[in-house]
C-alpha cells in the first residue's frame, strides 16, 4: 500500500468534520472522494499534506506514520497538494510560479529538467510562460497549480476540485491530463464535486457524507449504482 488512512477523526474546535475516515491508496491508482459541500474532503487532503493535525487515527506512507510530519518535510516525502482555488502568485509569471514548486530543490539542472517535463504536458504553458499568472484562463490556471506540483517531483498527487470553475471543454482537458499524470507514474487523491467525472477517471471512490465514508467501491461499480447516480450523479 502506498497510503493508507486509518480511522482518522478531525476536529475544528469541538466540530467534527471528519469522522473515523478509512481509504486506501495503491502504486498508479487514481482514487476519488466525492460528496457534498463540506462532507470533509478538502479536511482528508489537509490532514495528509500535514496542514491539519488528526485528534486521533493514523495515516501511512509507504508504511511509515506520517500524521504527525511537518508540511514541507510530507513535500520532501512525495506528496504534494494542489488545493482548491489554486492559490498561485498571481502577479508572477508562469515560469516564476512553476519555480517555486520546486523551493526545497538546490540543483539548478534538476529543476530546468522538471520545467522542460511540465511544458511537455502542458505546451500551453511552454508558450505562455512568461506571462502574469493572474492572467491566464482557469484551466491554464489549473494547469500552473498542477505544473507548480509536479515541480516537487511528487509520488503521490492530492487534487482539490480540479474543475471548479471550469468551462466543459477545459473540464475535459484537465481530465485527460489527470490520466496522463496517472499513466506517468504518479498516484491521485482526486477530490470533486463533479462526481461523474471523478468515477469516470478513477480507479475507486469513496462517497462521503457528513465526515464518514457512506460507501465506497470500484469506480465503475460505483457509476453503475443506481442509488449512487440517483444522489451524486444528477440521474
Ligand atoms: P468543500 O468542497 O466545500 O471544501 P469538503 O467536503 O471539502 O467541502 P471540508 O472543507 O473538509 O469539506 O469541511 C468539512 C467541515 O469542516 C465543514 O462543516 C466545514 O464547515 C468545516 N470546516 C472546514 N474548515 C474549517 C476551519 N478551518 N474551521 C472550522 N471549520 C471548518
Known amino acids: 500500500m502506498l497510503l493508507e488512512v486509518r480511522d482518522m477523526h478531525l476536529h475544528y474546535g469541538k466540530v467534527e ?38 485528534s486521533s487515527g493514523e495515516i501511512r506512507y509507504r508504511d511509515k506514520r506520517v500524521d504527525r510530519v511537518a508540511p514541507d518535510k510530507i513535500v520532501d516525502m512525495g506528496i504534494v497538494h494542489v488545493p482548491e482555488g ?19 530543490n538546490k540543483d539548478g539542472s534538476e529543476i530546468a529538467e522538471g520545467m522542460e517535463k511540465v511544458f511537455d504536458l502542458f505546451p500551453i504553458l511552454r508558450e505562455k510562460q512568461n506571462q502574469q499568472s493572474g492572467r491566464l484562463s482557469g484551466g491554464q490556471q489549473q494547469m500552473v497549480a498542477m505544473g507548480r506540483a509536479l515541480m516537487a517531483r511528487p509520488k503521490v498527487l492530492l487534487l482539490d476540485e480540479p474543475s471548479l470553475g471550469l468551462a466543459p471543454k477545459l473540464i475535459d482537458e484537465i481530465a485527460d491530463l489527470i490520466v496522463q499524470m496517472r499513466d506517468s507514474g504518479l498516484s491521485i487523491v482526486l477530490v470533486e464535486q463533479n462526481a461523474n467525472l471523478a468515477l469516470t477517471l478513477s480507479d475507486h471512490g469513496y462517497v462521503m457524507e457528513t465526515g464518514s465514508i457512506a460507501l465506497h467501491g470500484p469506480s465503475k461499480d460505483l457509476l453503475a449504482d443506481p442509488e449512487v447516480a440517483r444522489a451524486y450523479l444528477g440521474a
Open 17 to 54: 468534520a471528519v469522522k473515523g475516515v478509512s481509504l486506501e491508496l495503491r502504486e498508479g491508482q487514481i482514487i476519488t472522494l466525492i460528496g457534498a459541500n463540506g462532507a470533509g474532503k478538502s479536511s482528508i487532503l489537509r490532514a495528509i499534506s500535514g496542514l491539519q493535525r488528526p
Open 86 to 104: 489554486r492559490r498561485l502568485f498571481k502577479l508572477m509569471t508562469v515560469r516564476e510560479n512553476l519555480r517555486m514548486g520546486a523551493y526545497l
